[in-house]
């Protein structure tokens, strides 16, 4: 059997205020294209198939053009859900999807498999949603962690294969341990402590499908992270993008590979000063890509956004990072001005308050004086 493993389709989300649903259905429209060349009998969706708990309608539109593609091109679907999706919401999608389009949101029937068979026997898929501990007291009252809460799950996996006998796959969203977060990306479960769940948690099972994070992580050669098909973050940008087709044979697990899907943008972080940026003939590669800049001038500079994007269209974001930083005076702004003993310390305050610590070169406070000088001599001649 085949199977091609995704995660974290994360439908209508933005970036950085762009929306992303046109080149999100260009990627699935690639991802329906390797089911059919890669004759692949089963997809998992392993849960964020939607960025919100309310998406808009084209949200919709894209998940059921996208699920029915799938099914067109020969193969089941098995999509659970994640932190970010309303599983009330998209589980309403079920009943209205038409056979072999399997969307699996209901805690209470985490130890109930989808079959599908194929030459070799029956594989059993357990789909297992987001658990939120809070919400599962009334099943499950001992369960106060993520980590808890998923030992249960895959307990109730185990107890029902052990019945069944068979090919096992189970699906699941959450952080497991040794994983690599994209760093204040993968919000909503918070990495450390009682909230990362034990590598062994997920044994018994011939392949575990794992989504929440977003690049493809492989944590034991049957338990991986198949991570977004597009990128949300500037963080992602080193992250390629795809799935793993998964193998099953008589036996069990046989092996998996990555399939690249398509970047309809790239994604680069800049470093350098705002001159080097705008004019080094080395960046012009990345005209045509989604751009952060992180531009190192000692000082802020006058209109960034707009001069870097005459340049790079698609720049999104400019921080400013010096590459080197004035002593931190730990005074307080008030403070500082209040002991100013002259007007020429009072400038010298304000400056080092709203540049970063920096106060005047020798020109400024050379410039400074000569105001400061005339108003003095203004005032005494009125």
């Known amino acids: 059997m085949r199977i091609l493993h995704t995660s974290d389709w994360h439908i209508g989300r933005t970036f950085h205020g762009h929306s992303t649903l046109d080149a999100l259905r260009g990627v699935l429209e690639a991802l329906t294209d390797q089911v059919r060349r890669y004759d692949v009998d089963v997809v998992i969706v392993a849960g964020d198939v939607f960025d919100s708990a309310a998406p808009a309608a084209g949200c ?8 029915r593609g799938i099914a067109d091109a020969g193969a089941q ?26 969307v699996l949101t209901d805690p209470a029937a985490v130890g109930t498999p989808i079959t599908i068979p194929d030459a070799a026997g029956p594989v059993h898929f357990y789909g297992i949603p987001y658990l939120e501990p809070a919400l599962l ?8 962690s993520q980590a808890a809460v998923l030992d249960r799950a895959m307990g109730l996996v185990r107890d029902d294969l052990a019945r069944r006998g068979g090919r096992s796959v189970a699906v699941a969203h959450c952080f497991a341990a040794g994983v690599e977060p994209t760093p204040h990306l993968e919000r909503d479960i918070q990495q450390g402590g009682l ?3 034990p590598l062994q948690t997920f044994a018994g099972v011939d392949y575990m ?4 994070i977003h690049g493809r992580q492989q944590l034991a050669p049957h338990v991986r992270y198949a991570g977004a098909p597009l990128h949300y973050s500037f963080g992602e940008g080193d992250k390629p993008r795809g799935s793993w087709l998964v193998e099953l044979d008589a036996d069990g697990f046989a092996g998996a590979e990555w399939l690249e899907l398509p970047v309809p943008r790239r994604v680069v972080t800049l470093r350098a000063p705002l001159a080097e940026i705008l004019d080094d003939a080395r960046h012009a ?44 005076d730990t005074r307080t702004y008030v403070e500082r001005v209040r002991a100013a003993r002259s007007d020429a310390e009072l400038v010298e305050a304000f400056l080092v308050h709203v540049r970063d610590g920096a106060g005047a070169d020798d020109r400024e406070r050379e410039l400074l004086g000569e105001v400061l000088d005339e108003r003095v001599r203004v005032e005494a001649l009125a």
């Not at 751009?291 to 994007?309: G, I, K």
């Open 195 to 197: 909230d990362v769940v």
């Open 209 to 212: 499908a794992l989504g929440h």
């Open 285 to 328: 590669e990345h005209e045509d890509a989604w751009v952060c800049v992180e531009y190192t001038d000692a000082l802020p500079e006058r209109d960034p956004m707009r001069r870097l994007q005459a340049r790079f269209p698609f720049c999104a974001k400019v921080v400013h990072l010096p590459a080197e930083t004035a002593e931190r």
């Open 77 to 102: 679907v098995i999509v659970t859900s994640g932190n970010h999706d309303s599983a009330a919401r998209l589980g309403f999608q079920a009943g209205l999807l038409r056979d072999g389009i399997h």
């Open 137 to 144: 007291r009334h099943l499950w009252p001992e369960a106060r």
């Open 60 to 67: 919709y539109a894209l998940l059921t053009d996208t699920l």
